[in-house]
């Protein structure tokens, strides 16, 4: 009786973890495999219109940096800016690093790599500390970067990814 009660047990359990398994792998592969989702797609927009006006405010600057989400980049890198030789600077987001943080992303990321597209603007190609001196740290704030660090500070992203009133 009791070994059939635990068959019947296992057997339910394995079946949701089935089924959840599915559910996850299927979230993951439409995730992958389609845009980024339209509020996060408004939400860059508004945080671009946001830092266009911050950079104009405060550096009367009036071009436009455009900016591209691609899933291409290395799973490390959350964003990064590029001067090309024709001197174009584009910004670029990292799509995957969405799925974990969008928030960090948006808020923290992009007036990061703003900061950098107006260094690069200003023709700073400093290499002091990786290019983020602090001439950059500064034009972060003024572009109401929350954290204006060298590098992604791990514990933010856990710190929102395990907040259950986001």
């Known amino acids: 009786m009791f070994a059939k009660q635990l068959q019947k047990y296992f057997f339910t359990v394995v079946v949701l973890a089935s089924i959840l398994l599915v559910y996850l792998w299927y979230k993951d592969y439409s995730f992958s495999s389609s845009p980024l989702e339209e509020k996060h797609q ?29 899933d291409k980049m290395s799973a490390q890198r959350f964003g990064m800016t590029t001067y090309d030789r024709n001197k ?48 950059w740290q500064n034009i972060c704030k003024q572009l109401n970067g929350l954290r204006c660090d060298r590098f992604v500070n791990h514990e933010d992203i856990l710190i929102e990814k395990t907040n259950p009133f986001k």
């Open 42 to 70: 408004l939400s860059i927009l508004k945080k671009q219109q946001e830092l266009k006006v911050l950079a104009y405010r405060n550096f009367k600057i009036k071009k436009e940096f455009p900016l591209i989400v691609s």
């Open 88 to 135: 174009n600077i584009i910004i670029h987001l990292n799509k995957k690093r969405f799925k974990e943080s969008s928030n960090y992303m948006i808020n923290d990321v992009l007036p990061h790599e703003y900061a950098h597209a107006i260094m690069f603007y200003f023709k700073d190609f400093t290499n002091e500390n990786s290019g983020h001196s602090k001439r």
